[in-house]
């Protein structure tokens, strides 16, 4: 149990492209999910908090027109890059927690950006 | 506000020997949850143990157990009987802001296993 998909799980796209990344709680309803994102050998820095049904918590820092982020079901939570440039290229991962409030999240496989 | 220091950027081992991983926590919350995380090269982060701030006992969980001192705000990973498949970066993290918040995560350590 306690499954979380990330897709794609690599993306190379051209600089000015949108890029949408999708969060999928497999086995269980997630009405919290967390866009974190980490740089090579870095650690994981949290982007925004998704709550579903309501807009995302963005961070400081963090440019919420750049990075959009839809929390449409209990299962779903997508982060889209607009016009995305080489310094957004990272690891992007996801983090669901369950509808029960328990403490543990699940981490999703996470997705690797490139743009050229 | 929550921190977490790791403070091994990298540590050794050999193989069937147990190793401890660092992590002190500063934080002003009277209650709040410790984890420890260990991702592969892959990028994927694999949830290893969990320790409630008001839980009496350390945690344990198979090969790995929590040695946490909270007058002294550490929470170290022990890793017993090291594997090769051990070897990754493991990353502490507090909970921020009760059960339902983010997770704030240390600089990770590098755990490589020697044969």
């Known amino acids: 149990g306690a499954v979380v998909s990330q897709h794609p799980s690599w993306v190379i796209c051209k600089s000015g492209t949108s890029v949408k990344i999708e969060c999928r709680s497999l086995d269980f309803q997630a009405t919290t999910m967390f866009w974190y994102r980490q740089f090579p050998k870095q650690s994981l820095m949290l982007m925004a908090t998704s709550n579903e049904g309501s807009k995302a918590t963005y961070e400081q820092g963090v440019e919420k027109d750049k990075f959009l982020i839809n929390h449409a079901s209990l299962t779903l939570s997508t982060l889209t890059v607009t016009s995305a440039h080489p310094e957004d290229s990272s690891f992007y991962i996801c983090?669901?927690?369950?509808?029960?409030?328990?403490?543990?999240?699940?981490f999703g496989p996470g997705t690797r950006l490139l743009v050229l | 506000a929550q921190k977490i220091t790791q403070t091994q950027p990298g540590m050794f081992v050999q193989e069937k020997e147990a190793v401890t991983l660092d992590c002190t926590y500063d934080?002003?919350?009277?209650?709040?949850?410790l984890f420890w995380y260990k991702q592969p090269s892959s990028g994927e982060m694999i949830f290893l143990i969990y320790q409630g701030s008001y839980d009496q006992q350390n945690a344990t969980e198979g090969r790995y157990s929590l040695n946490f001192q909270k007058a002294r705000k550490s929470a170290n990973l022990v890793i017993s009987a090291s594997q090769l498949g051990d070897s990754a970066m493991y990353f502490c993290?507090?909970?921020?802001?009760?059960?339902?918040?983010?997770?704030?995560f240390g600089k990770g350590t590098k755990l490589s296993v020697k044969p």
């Open positions: 993290a507090i909970q921020r802001g009760g059960s339902q918040g983010n997770l704030i």
């Open positions: 983090s669901a927690m369950g509808t029960g409030g328990g403490e543990t999240q699940y």
């Open positions: 934080t002003s919350d009277p209650s709040y949850g």
